[in-house]
């Protein structure tokens, strides 16, 4: 197994990103799992200042991307809105995800993340799970999705839980390297190698991914 040292980088995503964002919640498969906007919809979710959109890319190539809805609200409460990637269960889903919940609490002062599942999509559960959201309950009929009226898992994480998971990594020397993958996703990575760069961008992580 070698290591390709290609480099992941999560980022706010702009209006030129928006082509690649619309391709990742068309893909095959995904009409039963996220929800679609049109280009229209997007450009305005994007500028209202009530969204925050993030992407996360593989040297330079967009692999996914994520919503967040209400952010820096009065509430202090947002929702993960959307999240898709383009090669799911390669861990970039994760990482995407502990990115903008550091942005989340670094950036805003909000204090509660939500967001809906359907109970059957194992792969999302687990990669929230990783990353420190907590299932809460079951929701019925709470997303109107293709004509049906679906139950949705919520989960969550509350800044409290996300402080806890930085002391624990910031203690652990071993994990300090990649101190943004919450200790949850930690066995899932030791098949890669994460390298902080020193005096890099925060929302930019080297990434050494190994051959799969
Ligand atoms: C949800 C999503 C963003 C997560 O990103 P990701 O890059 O796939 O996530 P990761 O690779 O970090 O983690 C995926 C986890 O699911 C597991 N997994 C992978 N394929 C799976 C499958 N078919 N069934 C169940 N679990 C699966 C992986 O092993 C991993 O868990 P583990 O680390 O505990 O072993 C991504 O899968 C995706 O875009 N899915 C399609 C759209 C979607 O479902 N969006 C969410 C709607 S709520």
């Known amino acids: ?61 967009p692999k996914g991307f994520a919503i967040v809805r209400d952010w820096n609200s009065p509430g202090r409460v947002c929702s993960v809105k959307r999240i898709a990637v383009t090669e799911p269960g390669c861990g970039y889903g994760r990482v995407l995800l502990s990115e903008t919940l550091r942005a989340i609490f670094e950036e805003t002062s909000g204090y509660r993340v939500w967001l809906g599942v359907f109970p059957d999509n194992d792969r999302a559960r687990r990669a929230y799970e990783a990353v420190g959201f907590q299932r809460e309950g079951l929701a019925r009929g709470n997303a109107f999705f293709g004509g049906l009226h679906r139950d949705e898992l919520i989960m969550s994480i509350l800044r409290p ?7 624990y990594l910031s203690a652990s020397s071993a994990l300090q390297l990649n101190h943004l993958v919450p200790p949850l996703c930690w066995p899932s990575f ?23």
């Open 1 to 61: 197994m070698g290591a390709t040292g290609q480099r992941l980088d999560v980022s706010r995503a702009v209006a030129a990103d928006l082509a690649s964002i619309m391709a990742a919640e068309r893909m095959d498969g995904y009409d039963q799992l996220v929800g679609r906007w049109s280009e229209e919809y997007h450009r305005s979710a994007m500028h209202d200042r009530r969204h925050a959109y993030f992407i996360v890319r593989l040297d330079g190539k």
């Open 190 to 212: 030791r098949r890669t190698d994460h390298l902080r760069q020193a005096g890099s961008s925060c929302l930019c992580i080297r990434w050494a991914v190994a051959a799969r």
């Open 161 to 167: 839980d996300w402080l806890r998971i930085r002391r």
